[in-house]
């Protein structure tokens, strides 16, 4: 490892935030960012609620979590994430609460020196964290409210990476 590498690899950092307030992408990517000059690439990946799924339209979706419980078991997915890649920071915002169609209720940022890795351990991360990470959804439709269950194709995305889910 050359020096910049070795200088780059100790400033890592990882960050969670689970909230009801919305985010600002440009200013989760400045933090993501600062005070780390090797950052030579970041990759975001924004989720925002969809007006219709299953077949049905969706008024609104409720999503809620187990605080501690939630952000410690993304914290593990983003360690993995470390051990998998050469990413230099990650950061993941989630939303709980009452969500209208068109509200963001997810961001996964990574940094890295180059872009493969940044495009990796996004992916990876939202993967994990469509299947994994401790949150319950509630969609309102006009049949009335339900549960989102993880989908099949969430957890073949998973597996890809070599990581077997528990929900199918």
Known sequence: MSAPEAAASAQRRASVSIRHEDFDLSAEVAALREGI??????????GTVRDRNEGASVATMEL??????TEKAIEAMM?????????????VVHRVGLLQP???IVLVAVSSMHRGESFQACEFLMD??????????KEVT???????????????ALSRWGIASGNA
């Not at 000059?37 to 924004?46: D, L, Q, R, W």
């Not at 360690?79 to 950061?91: M, S």
């Not at 049949?143 to 073949?156: I, L, Y």
């Open 102 to 104: 068109q509200d963001q």
């Open 128 to 137: 994990y964290l469509k299947t994994q990470a401790p949150f319950w959804k």
């Open 142 to 156: 006009p049949e009335g409210a339900r549960w989102v269950d993880a989908r099949v194709s969430d957890d073949a």
């Open 64 to 69: 809620e979590h187990y605080p501690g419980m």
């Open 79 to 91: 360690e993995q994430a470390f051990a998998r890649f050469d990413i230099l920071g990650a950061r």
């Open 37 to 46: 000059p090797a950052v030579g690439a970041v990759c975001a990946f924004v």
